[in-house]
């Protein structure tokens, strides 16, 4: 990463978090030329089949408490859990 890249990093770090999540967007949108015609329907397809599944009993959901809780004591205990050097 050159020298210009990290210093806006830095820059975008120190953001509130809706405007990170703004420029974040923004920065992978630019990058993506394509646009996928079928992605919307595709999309719109597997969430019918996921709330069926749901609906029918075949699958049952977990509560978002117990999914956060899990996901942090996975973070705690993993090496992810380690910022990343932002000085290379």
Do not use: C, Y
Not at 30 to 55: F, G, H, K, M, Y
Not at 58 to 74: E, H
């Amino acid at each position: 990463m050159t020298q210009e890249a990290q210093e806006l990093l830095k820059k975008a770090l120190a953001l509130p978090d809706k405007e990170r999540a703004d420029l974040a967007g923004s920065l992978i949108e630019s990058l993506d030329n394509t646009v996928d015609e079928d992605a919307e329907t595709a999309w719109q397809e597997e969430i019918l089949r996921r709330l069926e599944e749901v609906r029918s009993g075949k699958v049952t959901t977990t509560p978002w408490n117990d999914v956060r809780q899990k996901g942090r004591s996975l973070l705690h205990s993993s090496s992810l859990a380690v910022a990343p050097d932002l000085s290379r």
